[in-house]
Every structure is written in structure tokens, then in C-alpha cells.
């Protein structure tokens, strides 16, 4: 298992809100037929990863833009590169699992996507040229890690957003551009349109 510098714990937790109400609540659309039989013995698992999802999502996106409110997106910078960590051990301790973000083209080279995520991420692309909406493209598995043990894995699309573009988009103001250039000399994030898929988050939950 990798450590992914800002958005990466491996955390044992006991996992909130995995009871019935949770089985009633995992949908099974868009989901190829092989990972709707997975969902069906895995109810409880999807819904943590979903939780951890959307509460990560927003707890960022607030961060986010709160900062860029007082700092501008210079400011925000540290939002990404300091602050990210803790707030995702929380979530990630609450939830009981382990949670990233990943995408084809990142800005930290420790997000860079595994094997599985990158062929995720190539089908999330698909899907969208066919025409799914790309805010609900969503995918899981049940797999093997690298040391044999039983995990269920899932991805998120995230979607460009207005917001992002200040420091994901064609052309970054000059001093965003400069600090983004010294923190991350591989940068390959830039150049997004809103709507583009930027990327996913991804969430691994060990199951024995
Ligand atoms: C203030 C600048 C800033 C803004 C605004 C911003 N990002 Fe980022 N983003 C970053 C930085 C810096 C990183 C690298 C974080 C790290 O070191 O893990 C990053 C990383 C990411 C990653 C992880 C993959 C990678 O490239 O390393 C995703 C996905 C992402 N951003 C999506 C978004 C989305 C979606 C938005 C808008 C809702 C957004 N970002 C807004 C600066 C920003």
C-alpha cells in the first residue's frame, strides 16, 4: 500500500452508519453487472466509501474556498499542501477506511493511480464520452492487495469546477503559477475546463 502525501492514512477504525439503514441505501445504478453482484455482499462497505467521499469532498471544497476568500488562491495553496492532512485523518479514522484523491494527470506525483485506478480513471473517460453524467461516475471492486488481503475498492469522479480552474485551469495567475512550479516541478494538472474529469477520489476498505 502506498502513502499518499496529503490525502493517504491507513487507518483501523470502527466504521459508523454501516448498519441496515446503510444496506437499504446502496443503489447499484451505472454499475456494470459484475459489480452490482459485488455491491449486493458489500451494502455496508459501498456506503462508507460513499460517506467518506462526500464528507472529504466537502470538507476540502469548504477549506478551499474559505482560504481563497481570505488569502487568495496563493494562500489557498497551503489549504492543499497542510492543512488536507488532518482533515482527511479524521474522516478517514471515522469511516474506517482509506481514502486518496488520484487522477491521469497529477500535481503530486505521490497521487499518481495505481494499476486498478488507472484503468478506472480510463473507463470514467469512456463513460463520460458516451454520455454519463460525470459528477455520478462511480465504480468498485472487490480485490486482492499487493499481500493477499481481501479489500474493497472504489473511485469517485471529480469534476472541474468553476473554482478549480484558479489553480488547475489553462493559465494560472503568475505568482500561483510560480509556487505551484517550485512545490511541484512534474506539475501535470493544469490545462482543465470545467466539466473536465480532473480526477477521483479513491477509498480501499480492508475487509478481514
Ligand atoms: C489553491 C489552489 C488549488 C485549488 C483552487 C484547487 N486545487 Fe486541486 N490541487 C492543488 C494542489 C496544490 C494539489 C496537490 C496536493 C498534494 O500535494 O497532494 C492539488 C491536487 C488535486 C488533486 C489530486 C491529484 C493531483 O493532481 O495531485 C485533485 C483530484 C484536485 N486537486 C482537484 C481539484 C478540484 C476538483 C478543485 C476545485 C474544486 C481543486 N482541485 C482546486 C491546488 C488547488
Same mark, same amino acid.
Given at each position: 500500500? =502506498?502513502?499518499?502525501?496529503?490525502?493517504?492514512?491507513?487507518?483501523?477504525?470502527?466504521?459508523?452508519?454501516?448498519?441496515?439503514?446503510?444496506?437499504?441505501?446502496?443503489?447499484?445504478?451505472?454499475?456494470?453487472? %459484475?459489480?452490482?453482484?459485488?455491491?449486493?455482499?458489500?451494502? %455496508?462497505?459501498?456506503?462508507?466509501? @460513499?460517506?467518506?467521499?462526500? =464528507?472529504?469532498?466537502?470538507?476540502?471544497?469548504?477549506?478551499?474556498?474559505?482560504?481563497?476568500?481570505?488569502?487568495?488562491?496563493?494562500?489557498?495553496?497551503?489549504?492543499?499542501?497542510?492543512? +488536507?492532512?488532518?482533515? #482527511?485523518?479524521?474522516?478517514?479514522?471515522?469511516?474506517?477506511?482509506?481514502?486518496?484523491?488520484?487522477?491521469?494527470?497529477? @500535481?503530486?506525483? +505521490?497521487? %499518481?493511480?495505481?494499476?486498478?485506478? @488507472?484503468? @478506472?480513471? #480510463?473507463?470514467?473517460?469512456? =463513460?463520460?464520452?458516451?454520455?454519463?453524467? +460525470?459528477?455520478?461516475?462511480? #465504480?468498485?471492486?472487490?480485490?486482492?492487495?499487493?499481500?493477499?488481503?481481501?479489500?474493497?475498492?472504489?473511485?469517485?469522479?471529480?469534476?472541474?469546477?468553476?473554482?478549480?480552474?484558479?489553480?488547475?485551469?489553462?493559465?494560472?495567475?503568475?505568482?500561483?503559477? %510560480? +509556487?505551484?512550479?517550485?512545490?511541484?516541478?512534474?506539475?501535470?494538472? #493544469?490545462?482543465?475546463?470545467?466539466?473536465?474529469?480532473?480526477?477521483?477520489?479513491?477509498?480501499?476498505?480492508?475487509?478481514?
Amino acid at each position: 500500500m =502506498r502513502f499518499r502525501t496529503i490525502l493517504f492514512l491507513a487507518v483501523l477504525a470502527t466504521v459508523a452508519g454501516c448498519g441496515d439503514k446503510a444496506k437499504q441505501e446502496a443503489p447499484a445504478a451505472q454499475q456494470p453487472p %459484475a459489480a452490482t453482484a459485488a455491491a449486493n455482499d458489500h451494502a %455496508a462497505d459501498l456506503t462508507a466509501c @460513499r460517506t467518506a467521499v462526500g =464528507r472529504l469532498g466537502q470538507t476540502l471544497r469548504g477549506a478551499l474556498q474559505e482560504s481563497i476568500a481570505a488569502n487568495g488562491a496563493i494562500g489557498a495553496l497551503e489549504v492543499c499542501n497542510v492543512e +488536507a492532512l488532518p482533515l #482527511t485523518k479524521t474522516i478517514s479514522t471515522e469511516e474506517g477506511v482509506i481514502i486518496g484523491r488520484t487522477s491521469l494527470q497529477v @500535481r503530486n506525483p +505521490a497521487n %499518481a493511480p495505481d494499476d486498478w485506478e @488507472r484503468a @478506472r480513471l #480510463t473507463e470514467f473517460a469512456t =463513460r463520460k464520452a458516451a454520455g454519463e453524467g +460525470a459528477d455520478a461516475l462511480e #465504480t468498485w471492486e472487490v480485490v486482492d492487495d499487493a499481500a493477499g488481503h481481501r479489500t474493497f475498492r472504489y473511485l469517485k469522479a471529480i469534476v472541474t469546477a468553476p473554482m478549480c480552474l484558479q489553480c488547475h485551469g489553462p493559465e494560472l495567475a503568475t505568482d500561483v503559477a %510560480a +509556487a505551484v512550479k517550485k512545490l511541484y516541478p512534474d506539475d501535470a494538472a #493544469t490545462g482543465f475546463a470545467v466539466g473536465d474529469l480532473r480526477g477521483a477520489f479513491t477509498v480501499s476498505k480492508p475487509l478481514s
